[in-house]
T-cell receptor, first 112, second 112 residues
Framework: SQTIHQWPATLVQPVGSPLSLECTVE??????LYWYRQAAGRGLQLLFY??????ISSEVPQNLSASRPQDRQFILSSKKLLLSDSGFYLC???????????FGSGTRLTVV | TQLLEQSPQFLSIQEGENLTVYCNSS?????LQWYRQEPGEGPVLLVT?????EVKKLKRLTFQFGDARKDSSLHITAAQPGDTGLYLC????????????FGRGTQLTVWP
């Protein structure tokens, strides 16, 4: 069966520090991968998506970047965090054309 | 631009009551998805509605897709505290590459 892992679960970082969040998927190959951000108690905003290694598309301009160094690994990064980067970050995967999305358990990022 | 408008934003009810939450748009969709999200977790897919006028039941939850495929509703019968959570509707924009876009959600609290 397929599983998706995100870590860390919570993170407190000072303004101006770098960020690296990692997401890995097991039990499938060539998944579509996604990063979402969620403001407190609200809907999810799509940040990045990827159809393959090294292929990244950005939905909104921001202080963040994403990379996909391996087929089942998706990384969200920042060189210098801003207060506005605080939020709940969710990774998801889907199988092309099936319309089924599975989400990780998220990372709660607080920038102080 | 928020294509999916969900209402109400917040709903607080007593155990045993019935409720309906709505997901509306001026756009036509090939399908809509409903998710439930609990605090600190990723959203979990409840159902996908595909055909205009379609009704799907999941135990005490009834989902309906509007005839014109512009809106959907979720009705819960005899709500229980375990139904508490954030209910999100979403549409999938892609075919080969899916991209899931969410409404802002309805935060439901069911009190014992």
């Amino acid at each position: 069966s397929q599983t998706i892992h995100q870590w860390p679960a919570t993170l407190v970082q000072p303004v101006g520090s770098p960020l690296s969040l990692e997401c890995t998927v097991e039990g499938t190959s060539n998944p579509n991968l996604y990063w979402y951000r969620q403001a407190a108690g609200r809907g999810l905003q799509l940040l990045f998506y990827s159809v393959g290694i090294g292929q990244i598309s950005s939905e909104v301009p921001q202080n963040l970047s994403a990379s996909r160094p391996q087929d089942r690994q998706f990384i969200l990064s920042s060189k210098k965090l801003l207060l506005s980067d605080s939020g709940f970050y969710l990774c998801a995967w889907s199988r092309a054309a099936l319309g089924s999305y599975t989400f990780g358990s998220g990372t709660r990022l607080t920038v102080v | 631009t928020q294509l999916l408008e969900q209402s109400p934003q917040f709903l607080s009810i007593q155990e045993g009551e019935n409720l309906t939450v709505y997901c509306n748009s001026s756009s036509v969709f090939s399908s809509l998805q409903w998710y439930r999200q609990e605090p600190g977790e990723g959203p979990v897919l409840l159902v996908t509605v595909v055909t205009g006028g379609e009704v799907k039941k999941l135990k005490r939850l009834t989902f309906q897709f509007g005839d014109a495929r512009k809106d959907s509703s979720l009705h819960i019968t005899a709500a229980q505290p375990g139904d508490t959570g954030l209910y999100l509707c979403a549409y999938d924009r892609g075919s080969t590459l899916g991209r899931l876009y969410f409404g802002r959600g309805t935060q439901l609290t069911v009190w014992p």
